[in-house]
């Protein structure tokens, strides 16, 4: 066999091997508020904490008018101080963030699940068989990019793998999202009990 088909024989040998880059993984923290430092507090008004998340990473938990909303990472002060995004109806969080760690295992993006409290249209009451539930894919403020914020919206109940989208787009889209000039929106199915983002960022 000549020089030349051996060469041509190993390249199609490396080819044909299977990819040893890393895929990406998810960790998984609680949203224990006991555990937190509270940054700034208007009695019955307001209330903004600081917590531990993995990878050294805080986060912020805020919540005013009874609405609440979840910063990650490392947060320049405007954006602590200034930034709130959430949703028109009542809400609230879930206690457990999903973190997506690329494949240096760097934390990416963050999928946290909202509870939109719509009440029973018939009595105007709140009604749990009502809620929305909507995951939100947010960025997290890198050292480098003070800026973290929502970047993307999947609706829990209208999507049969809710759960696989929002990984797709904390994996793709998160990353490389630039708050306060990309817009958030919703990808897949939108129900009626999915509603509009509020956001106010500095």
């Not at 909303?69 to 709130?84: C, I, K, R, W």
Request: net charge negative.
């Amino acid at each position: 066999m000549g020089m030349n088909s051996y060469a041509f024989g190993v390249a199609a040998l490396l080819f044909a091997l299977p990819s040893t880059a890393k895929a990406n993984d998810s960790v998984y923290s609680d949203l224990n508020l006991d555990a937190c430092q509270t940054v700034h507090v208007e009695e019955g008004i307001s209330i903004t904490l600081k917590c531990a998340g993995p990878k050294g990473y805080p986060f912020y938990f805020k919540e005013g008018d009874l609405r609440q909303t979840v910063l990650f990472g490392h947060m320049s002060p405007a954006y602590v101080d200034q930034a709130f995004e959430t949703f028109g109806t009542f809400n609230h969080t879930g206690t457990k963030a999903e973190w997506r760690l690329d494949g240096d295992g760097r934390a990416i993006a963050v999928i946290l699940r909202y509870f939109l409290e719509h009440s029973d249209p018939k009595t105007g009451m709140p009604a749990e068989q009502f809620w929305g539930q909507v995951l939100v894919v947010s960025r997290i403020a890198q050292k480098d990019y003070g800026k973290g914020c929502m970047a993307a919206f999947v609706d829990a109940r209208a999507n049969k793998d809710a759960n696989g989208l929002a990984r797709q787009l904390a994996d793709t889209l998160a990353p490389s999202f630039a708050c306060g000039t990309d817009q958030a929106v919703y990808h897949g199915k939108r129900g009626a009990t999915a509603d509009d983002l509020m956001s106010n960022l500095p």
